[in-house]
């Protein structure tokens, strides 16, 4: 008599189990879909799938953290250097305007006369108030740099943030990825 793969798979059984485990094959192969290959079939299908998306979701976090850093990147550069430029601008604006007031005081102070120190005194007197103009706007200059800088912090601030979360995001989905794994493992003991 040849043996059959099953009689090689009995072999050494006693013969209720070999009863036993021709019941379970039977039983097994009868094609109804709640069988054991075909869900076998369907849970690892649903598996390779699950797992065939895995790879995407870090891909997909890190292009678009990296999109996010290089926006943020430009958006603190653009508002860095426009405060800047805007910070240079009035500081050549007010040498500029002091340049002139005092060029054009000491005009004035040459072709005046010495005796006519009354006029003289008016005049330094309306020089001084140029003067507290001048620092009038050289605070408002400060003032303008310290708001700039409040938003560069408040940028900072948001970069700060959302590289956290960034970093948070990531932590959660490599814990849910070795959650799965971990369960795939049972599975694959069980």
Request: glycine share 4%.
């Given at each position: 008599m040849i043996d059959t793969d099953f009689d090689l798979l009995c072999e050494g059984m006693n013969p209720t189990e070999a009863k036993r485990l021709r019941k379970i094959l039977a039983e097994w192969c009868s094609g109804d879909e709640n069988s054991f290959p075909v869900q076998l079939a369907l849970l690892t299908k649903a598996q390779w799938r699950a797992v065939a998306h895995l790879p995407h979701v870090p891909r997909d976090s890190q292009i678009q953290w990296q999109q996010d850093q290089a926006s943020h990147r430009a958006r603190f550069s653009e508002i860095f250097n426009s405060a800047m430029d805007d910070a240079r601008r009035l500081a050549s604006d007010s040498k500029k305007?002091?340049?002139?007031?005092?060029?054009?005081?000491?005009?004035?102070?040459?072709?005046?006369?010495?005796?006519?120190?009354?006029?003289?005194?008016?005049?330094?007197?309306?020089?001084?108030?140029?003067?507290?103009?001048?620092?009038?706007?050289?605070?408002?200059?400060?003032?303008?740099?310290?708001?700039?800088?409040?938003?560069?912090?408040?940028?900072?601030?948001?970069?700060?943030?959302?590289?956290?979360?960034?970093?948070?995001?990531?932590?959660?989905?490599?814990?849910?990825?070795?959650?799965?794994?971990?369960?795939?493992?049972?599975?694959k003991k069980g």
């Open positions: 305007l002091l340049d002139a007031v005092q060029a054009d005081h000491r005009r004035q102070i040459a072709a005046q006369s010495q005796s006519a120190t009354e006029a003289m005194d008016g005049r330094l007197k309306k020089f001084d108030m140029t003067l507290l103009g001048y620092n009038d706007v050289i605070n408002g200059v400060a003032h303008q740099i310290c708001s700039k800088t409040l938003e560069l912090e408040s940028v900072s601030k948001d970069i700060h943030d959302q590289l956290k979360e960034g970093a948070d995001s990531w932590n959660r989905a490599k814990s849910d990825f070795n959650m799965a794994r971990m369960k795939y493992k049972q599975l």
